[in-house]
């Protein structure tokens, strides 16, 4: 099982845009579906975006279409999420995801669980 490790959170303006990077360590990752999630204060944790271990499909929540997008690179077993046109709501702590051979509707999926990193706080002032 691969470990994970978020960076890239930080203090944003509301309009602006971050990058957040998820690092793994421990073999297979090129075989891992990967996901983003995120929990905001007082709220559970929810589906942001996943991406397929080939990097050729992706999926993202409806709150995020058109602002976010995820991408990876395997060479560097790394996955990110570019966060453009951030909003106030868009505040939470971002956690990293995978599972070996996860589809993307897996990782969306309410019942999937995988491998998860620590978080990252993404805090966007209005």
């Known amino acids: 099982q691969v470990q994970l490790v978020e960076s890239g959170g930080g203090l944003v303006q509301a309009g602006g845009s971050l990058k957040l990077s998820c690092a793994a360590s421990?073999?297979?990752?090129?075989?891992?579906?990967m996901g983003w999630f995120r929990q905001g204060p007082g709220k559970g944790r929810a589906f942001v975006s996943a991406?397929?271990?080939?990097?050729?499909?992706?999926l993202y929540a409806d709150s995020v279409k058109g602002r976010f997008t995820i991408s990876r690179d395997n060479a560097k077993n790394t996955v990110y999420l570019q966060m453009n046109s951030l909003k106030a709501e868009d505040t939470a702590v971002y956690y990293c995801?995978?599972?070996?051979?996860?589809?993307?509707?897996?990782?969306?999926?309410?019942?999937?669980?995988?491998?998860w990193g620590q978080g990252t706080q993404v805090t966007v002032s209005s």
């Open positions: 995801a995978g599972g070996l051979l996860s589809t993307i509707a897996d990782i969306r999926s309410r019942d999937w669980n995988g491998a």
């Open positions: 421990g073999r297979g990752f090129s075989k891992y579906g």
């Open positions: 991406i397929s271990w080939s990097g050729g499909a992706t």
